[in-house]
């Protein structure tokens, strides 16, 4: 089943509650990834909540799924709680993140309903949509994938290989988000690789681009639903600027966001509650 297609302000309130939600989560497991995972809140409520993905959370599996491929993994704690509200498992699973007894990981695998791969390793997520996309098309699936990545994990050869791939085989059902919150792992991208004019880039060679912000999760939502509706044997993306660490003082935009951590008392005044202890 295809999610009911929410109003702008309804989008809006799932996601202020998926970030906070987050940062809960990482309160309670700080082992976890949060500045990844604040800043692609509002592309995951959009492909979950806008009405585009088809997906069954009673049958994760289903071969009439639309396929959603996660492949910057440690940067999708957000998922979490998203997974949970639909129904891919329980609520309560969210209390037990990197716990024994529980399956949420810091890193998440295909353990958890609705994972689709191994994310572990950087760069291969969009080397195995493009794959997946080739068998669907092959297969004349309606059903279309969309990929997840971070801008650093660019970087990696294997994903212009895919590029250069999925152009070449006119896979007009694959769908490529970037996360554009121009920080990696220890520093801001455009001081180790630049991706200046990315969406220029991939335009070169062959890929139909939009550009949005990635906190406008109407924006996101229509830029993805204009995409589906596309059919010009040219594999799609779409590069969603966003701020890394967003919300967070201290942590917002900072060149080593990736591995830092707010301090729990920061967390515990943002969220106004107690949901940490």
Known sequence: MKKEMQTSEMLKDKAEWVWKETLAI???APETRIASSLSCVEIFVALYYGGILEIFPEQPLSEGRDRCIISKGHGSICMYPILADLGFFAMDELNKVCESGGFLGGIPDPVIPGYETVNGSLGHGLGVGTGVALGLKNKNSPNQVYVVTGDGELHEGSNWEAIMFASHHKLDNLHLIVDNNKISMLDH????????????????????????DGHDVEAVQLALQKMSKLHEGKPKAIIANTVKGKGVPGLANESLAHILNPKPELIDQILGDNRGN
């Open 26 to 28: 990482h309160r309670r």
């Open 189 to 212: 991208t455009d001081n180790i690789v630049s991706h200046d004019a990315l969406a220029k880039r991939l335009s070169a060679f062959g890929w139909h681009c939009e550009e949005v």
